[in-house]
RNA sequence: CGGGGUGUAGCGUAGUCCGGUCAGCGCGCCUGGUUUGGGACCAGGAGGUCGCAAGUUCGAAUCUUGCCACCCCGACCA
């Protein structure tokens, strides 16, 4: 199985296509729009889940499911939101199907109509503040900070594996609380979360900040990101936090009696990533060769490939290789010892090449007589010949220095790709160049969406962490307060 | 949803204009043997309602119509 995948020069969204199916991520599937998540795929998001989980629960989270059918009705009580998602939504009609008249297979059976039509949920802020509605009296059932695991569906136009398609694989966490502090608070944090899982797991670095009011959730006072920069220049939100204030429980009609015995409506947040994750990790990293995968949500980390002439040399090997993997294993390291005979050494180095695996031991007959192994590493492609005593702890220290390479190669991709831009020449020369561009605006959506149609660049963020900026606009010349990060994006 | 393109074995493709010895090739797959430090080699073998459905015709992968899927470009979006 020669696995060729093309080029980033040549075709980069085709090499990303390439990647996914070949590294055996994921493939299109039988329902327009929705994918096939395969097991290796499924592996690495199974790491992303375990991590993001554990760390909303440190932050005091608990897990919870609800349905994923929606009254239709639940829909229209918020106003932006529903305008929001309406164009995107897939609707149950009817509950049972019956045989054709014509003998050819089933058909809608039309006495079967729902009284109301169920929405498939494009998201549960409604469902679940008509949940919190009886679950909430005083201030002291605040706050209830909720998350669910789920998969979601919206009906989109144009699909690519992971990036965006119709159903999706996500947490969506929704919290409610007795003041507005409280949630503004929430929202923050979780965006933090989110960004050091970025940085420290995925090793992607992000910029943190907030939306304009074009490119808010529907539904939110406001909407907090992380935005990534991918290899081929395009921003990718990784991950959003909404401050709701109390617009679902006004909608809802969720009030609570404070302290002072005063009925009060709750604040309200939500915050979510999706499998879009994996999109990002795989443009983040990897190269021409295939999937490079950071130590941290690699579901192999190490793989361990024998070098044999013949069974009885095998057998040698294979007991040293054995006793490796034992000792790695100890240590926390995921190793496959990979004996396969019907591959050759060749074809296999460049299939966990292809899967993105972060370490690779060769181990021969030369090795056992000089008491070495060969390690492999995938980020840099370098291979190094260590005492075979010293390679468990060479590894450890490998793949720190790996995930750390890894990250630091994305930051100063970032750090290159990233330009103050202060006139329309120059930002119109960088965004054919690519990247993250900072940039003055006015503040006006009139103003963005001009830019958009001119440009194709949209608002990845106003960041948080840059200061007040004296400038004018970059579009209209207007006066402006800070910078904001223009980019085309996925 | 609009514009463009593609659909032939698991994958990549030739053939389609000009209907009839056109169902071929490469990779992969199976069996046996030799191999094994960067995608092995030899020999033999299996596998296709030519995207689907109607139609034209003595005869359709090839012509007509409709549908479906995928890719690229736009509008929408995590």
């Not at 609707?91 to 169920?118: C, F, Q, W």
């Not at 579901?299 to 044999?308: A, G, N, R």
């Amino acid at each position: 199985m020669a696995k060729e995948i093309v080029s980033r020069s040549e075709n980069y969204s085709q090499w990303y296509n390439d990647l996914v199916v070949k590294a055996d991520l994921a493939e299109n599937s039988a329902v327009r729009g929705c994918m096939v998540i395969k097991p290796y795929g499924y592996a690495i998001w199974e790491k992303i889940q375990a991590q993001l989980d554990k760390m909303f629960k440190d932050t005091g989270h608990v897990n919870a499911y609800f349905p994923l059918f929606i009254p239709k009705s639940f829909f229209s009580k918020e106003a932006s939101h529903v305008e929001g998602f309406a164009k995107e939504c897939a609707v149950v009609t009817h509950y049972r199907l019956k045989n054709s008249p014509d003998g050819k297979g089933v058909i809608v059976d039309e006495t079967a109509k729902l009284e109301e039509e169920l929405i498939v949920r494009p998201t549960s802020e409604t469902i679940i503040w008509n949940t919190y509605k009886g679950w909430i009296q005083s201030y002291r059932d605040l706050p209830i900070l909720i998350n669910q695991w789920a998969n979601v569906v919206r009906w989109e136009m144009r699909t690519r594996l992971f990036l965006r398609t119709a159903e999706f694989l996500w947490q969506e966490g929704h919290t409610a609380h007795a003041t507005s502090e409280e949630a503004i608070e929430e929202t923050k944090k979780m965006l933090d979360i989110y960004a050091e899982f970025a940085e420290n797991y995925m090793g992607i670095p992000v910029l943190k900040g907030r939306k304009s009011p074009n490119e808010r959730f529907a539904g939110a006072i406001d909407t907090y990101c992380i935005e990534a920069l991918m290899q081929d220049g395009k921003a990718l939100q990784a991950g959003t936090s909404h401050f709701l204030g109390q617009n679902f429980a006004k909608a809802f009609d969720v009030k609570f009696l404070n302290q002072e015995g005063k009925l009060d409506f709750v604040w309200a947040t939500s915050w979510g990533v999706s499998t879009r994750l994996m999109g990002a990790l795989i443009m983040a990293h990897s190269d021409d060769n295939g999937l490079v995968l950071p130590p941290k949500l690699a579901p192999i980390q190490v793989v361990i490939i024998p070098i044999y002439k013949g069974k009885e040399q095998l057998g040698d090997v294979a007991v040293k290789a054995e006793e490796i993997k034992k000792e790695l294993l100890k240590r926390g390291i995921s190793v496959k010892y990979d004996d396969r005979d019907t591959h050759k050494p060749g074809f296999k180095f460049a299939e966990y090449e292809l899967k993105g695996v972060p370490v690779r031991l060769a181990l021969g007959q030369r090795d056992i007589e000089n008491n070495t192994i060969e390690v492999a590493r995938r980020d840099t492609l370098e291979k190094v010949t260590v005492p075979i005593n010293d390679v468990v702890n060479y590894i450890a220290t490998l793949l720190d220095e790996i995930q750390e390479n890894i990250y630091k190669k994305a930051f100063d991709f970032r750090q290159k790709n990233t330009i103050e831009v202060n006139t329309w020449d120059q930002f119109l020369e960088a965004i054919e160049k690519g990247g993250f561009i900072a940039a003055h605006w006015d503040g006006t959506t009139e103003t963005e969406e001009k830019i958009k149609e001119l440009t194709k660049a949209t608002i990845r963020c106003i960041p948080l962490d840059s200061g007040f900026e004296k400038g004018n606009c970059v579009y209209s010349g207007k006066s402006s307060d800070q910078r904001v990060i223009f980019a085309r994006a996925y």
